[in-house]
């Protein structure tokens, strides 16, 4: 379907202010010392992304903002050589210079109505961990709009698939250009209709939750004590990457998303400890959590946000992951509640002017505060992504990793990202400075306790 679901709209009109788009690195290690060119590599890129439909899109949006925006082709795009502009240099002669240049990638994000995605790359980048010698490293940066974090590694394993494809590799998502003027006429006159049903179906939907459970949907959750890192964060954004030695998670007895859970868990409460501050036994996690295909759902954004006791007032750490893992399967159930899936869907039909309305009144008497609130529904953001097997390349050369850069929010000034390709793990962080200027000791925590949580819990040879 070519016109946006409102939960895809959103982060549209959310990149408008900062960017929220995803972000794919993946490092890629040359055989012997014949590095491919700047021009072989968008070749290679462009040649693949000719075939794949949803690269071949742009955004369109409706006059007067009176319904959501439609994909539509882009039919500038004529061949590989086209797309040739959308593949940009991303200067960075070492491997320190990288998380700088993403520092600022993660901050602009793409115009979908010019085009919904970009390639950075670096070609001859020296010192990227696991290869030797030189290497390319690449960034797919795409609008969220488009797709989610699954769908993202998705279009990201096309555009380096060995084999370049015959024809299309995907079902067509967009309609033909053209004006969308009717959309608005027709949107214009359903609106009380549309605003009517919407309200309506909520309304039944919310008292079906509250029948069922005893609870409010948005009460699921309950407040507690907030930590340093949940301050609201401003502009400005900070990455670290940590390269996991290859086959560590898999030598584990608990899922990556486990682990991952668990090391947070502890470096947020060494941090703590360390900066004189109290770990709550309250302390959770939200983890974004992917919808099953069977679950009806309108949007290709098909994350619905889990919440994750993380157990610090455990001290095993075999325990305390197998504490969380039960916490863990607990959030997922939760998240595919037919009756909570049922009821974000009838919230999600508000009709495109009233969504904007609100959401422009809501910015003009926000009072922005970077203080740390005294409670939040969740203290520390964790994101975990299987990118498959190592089984893609560019121009000859193999993955030798993969990172990605959760985005932050409110009460989000720090947000983790575990990310995998092949037997290899990269843990990321995302942080704001202004807000949360520990971030580089805070890494330090983390790493030691991501190597300590995969000794306590490696199984024995």
Known sequence: MSRLDIIDAAFHYASKDLSRDQYVLLAFGWPGDAPASFEEIAEFVCSRAARVPELRTRLQEVPGNLDYPRWVHDDRIHDGASLRSRVVDLPSQTWEDVPRAVEGLVQIPVDAAEAPWRVHVACDVEGVPRADGKAAVVVFQVSHALTDGRGASRLARLLFTPTLPSGPTTGSVAAAPGTQLPHAVSSLLELPYRLLAARVGAARARRAFVRAHGVEPTSRDAARPAVRGNAAPMRSRVVHMIACPPGAFRRASFSVTTCALTAVSLATDRYLADAGDTTPDSLNALVPMALPEEVRWPAVNRIVNGSVDLHVEIDDLTERAGAIRASLSAARTAV?????????????????????AVRRRGAKHARPSHDLPEAVLTNVTVVSVGRGDAGIELCGARPTMTAGFPML??????????????????????????????????????????????????VPN
């Open 409 to 458: 929010g409110p009460a989000r000034s720090l947000s983790h990202g575990f990310y995998g390709i092949g037997n290899t793990v990269t843990v990321c962080v995302t942080a704001c400075p202004e807000t949360f200027p520990d971030h580089a000791r805070y890494v330090e925590f983390l790493e030691k306790a991501v190597a300590d949580v995969l000794e306590a819990t490696t």
């Open 336 to 356: 595919v509640d037919p009756l909570l899936t049922r009821w974000i869907r009838a919230e999600n039909k508000i009709p495109a002017p009233i969504f904007l």
